[in-house]
């Protein structure tokens, strides 16, 4: 399996560095013959070569069978700040979710046993985010983007809703539950955004319909942000749309105990991008505090969706896949992991950990 690696910025070059330590220590165990190219690309990148996805990382990108992405600093060259760059200043989340159209959004919450939720709870769900359109001004223009000052007191911002969208990630969510506790709730604004709201709703119920052994309910968002803290134990696969999942994802990850746990992957038809669900944290950056759990979790989301795609070596990415996430919750358990999640390690530490966790088992 050929992966590009992007460190990203920020914690992204520390939590990255212990990611690369866990796969290999995957790869040596599982024998998943990895191909890890380490290319260049974020905030470094523009101020060297005046843009942040050169040409050769997105061609090495569109030729391999995966991407492994460091969260990217992107406020710090967005919008006024980023105009002196022009073009180059491209969110490589949005670059890359939108030109291999990657539009589920998988981001699982959970808690673990000896790290206790601040709700108190128990509790195992994924948010299924759409992640192509809705409220993304980067990416949902065919041209331009759908910010629009007016005039210099009036601003214009359009929400993307298509048929196509609302349809495929209606199904990955009934997929998904299939695989789990057989239960959606849809979250949604339909009683304010009647036609892209409603139009995701429709979706929704006629995935239902399909699936009638799977549960299904819907949740306006802003009281779902509310039942989430008061009973996350409720839920299994939420279904949602693009700026309501970004944010409700990091409400329930953190509540699963730390944002450091937040593992995603970026899927499509035919490519996935494994990316940690929380941003470049520059509040912490270059300290080894981060906690490399998020993305090392991403990645082995990455390894199981490449098990599910079948072939000869599907049972060896599958095992190594739940290695890590195994590991994960061993060093949670034995205080083995960073400060945010209770222990003592730093960011480093951390990976070797897990790797060898890993290489032992
Ligand atoms: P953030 O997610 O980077 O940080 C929020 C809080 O969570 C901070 O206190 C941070 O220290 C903490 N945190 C995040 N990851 C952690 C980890 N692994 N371990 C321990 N603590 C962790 O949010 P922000 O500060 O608003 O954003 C910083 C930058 O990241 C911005 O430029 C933003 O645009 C960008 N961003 C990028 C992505 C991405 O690349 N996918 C996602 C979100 C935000």
Redesign the pocket.
Known sequence: MRLVVLA?????PE?TAATLAVLRAADARFGLKLDLAELPAGVACLAETGTTIPEATAAAVRAADGLV????????Y?GQKGAQYGGGAL???GFFRRNLDLYGNIRPARTYPGLRSPTGAEFDLVIVRENTEGFYADRNMEQGNAEILVTPEVVVSMRRITRLCCDRIAASAFKLAQRRRRHVTAVHKANVLTKGDGMFLASCRAEAEKHPGVAYDEVIVDAMAAHLVRTPQKYDVIVTTNMFG?ILS?LAI?LSG?????GSINAGERFCMA??????????AGQD???????VLSAAMLLGWQAEQGGSSANAFAAAAGAIEAAVAQVIQAGDC?A?VGGRLG?AAMGQALAARIGAA
């Open positions: 990203g910025d920020g914690i992204g939590i992405m460091g969260p990217m600093d992107t406020y710090a967005a969110n490589p989340s970004d990091d953190e730390s944002l450091g746990l937040g990316q940690a669900s929380h941003g470049s944290a520059p509040d912490i505090r981060a906690n490399p759990a998020s993305l960073t945010d960011t």
